[in-house]
T-cell receptor, first 117, second 113 residues
Framework: GAGVSQSPRYKVAKRGQDVALRCDPI?????LFWYQQALGQGPEFLTY????????KSGLPSDRFFAERPEGSVSTLKIQRTQQEDSAVYLC???????????????FGSGTQLSVL | GDSVTQMEGPVTLSEEAFLTINCTYT??????LFWYVQYPGEGLQLLLK?????DKGSNKGFEATYRKETTSFHLEKGSVQVSDSAVYFC????????????FGRGTSLIVHP
């Protein structure tokens, strides 16, 4: 596709349920980022992939959060036993590749809005 | 660690007014600086960037100058339009490994006709 695609657009979960959020990056983009955006706040870093390798997961708030990108393309962010504080918009972004430099442009998807009841 | 501080919003202006959105940063090295914009219902998109001190980034009438001495990257536009209504995010990206961008909290801009 032409841009970064995320699905579902909206997700409502009961507390304790597991959820899976999908990200389709731009074809050929090496780097993939997940961010969490709480209402009225800026994006907060969760995790980063370079191809299939998860190089940084320092932003994942707990071990209930897990991300994968097994073939270096599509990525899934999984949240187990969801809690109310997990309610936020989850943003995925991709870029050509980190070795091109620190001024590299990120392309964002529209996000998945997760509401945990 | 790295951080970005933006002025609180919303900023409310009339069409053709002058816009300034303040952004200051804290970084250990020499980061690249960015402004991203998020229109309603859409993802963030890059508006402009600057990679070294005194660089000026510009796009769509918006400008921002990388000021190392004041660690600032304020966004300006001489004459705003209703279509500029959006949320604006200041961000930095520093070297040392993965260049993971750090974002500010965003500033909402509302432009009235």
């Amino acid at each position: 596709g032409a841009g970064v695609s995320q699905s579902p657009r909206y997700k409502v979960a009961k507390r304790g349920q597991d959820v899976a959020l999908r990200c389709d990056p731009i074809s050929g983009h090496v780097s993939l980022f997940w961010y969490q955006q709480a209402l009225g706040q800026g994006p907060e870093f969760l995790t980063y992939f370079q191809n299939e390798a998860q190089l940084d997961k320092s932003g994942l708030p707990s071990d209930r959060f897990f991300a994968e990108r097994p073939e270096g393309s599509v990525s899934t962010l999984k949240i187990q036993r969801t809690q109310q504080e997990d309610s936020a918009v989850y943003l995925c972004a991709s870029s050509l590749g980190v070795r091109r430099g620190r001024d590299e442009k990120l392309f964002f998807g529209s996000g998945t809005q997760l509401s945990v009841l | 660690g790295d951080s970005v501080t933006q002025m609180e919003g919303p900023v409310t202006l009339s069409e053709e007014a002058f816009l300034t959105i303040n952004c200051t940063y804290t970084a250990t090295g020499y980061p690249s600086l960015f402004w991203y914009v998020q229109y309603p219902g859409e993802g963030l998109q890059l508006l402009l960037k600057a990679t070294k001190a005194d660089d000026k980034g510009s796009n769509k009438g918006f400008e921002a100058t990388y000021r190392k001495e004041t660690t600032s990257f304020h966004l300006e536009k001489g004459s705003v339009q209703v279509s500029d209504s959006a949320v604006y995010f200041c961000a930095l990206s520093e070297g040392g490994g993965s260049y993971i961008p750090t974002f500010g909290r965003g500033t909402s801009l509302i432009v009235h006709p």
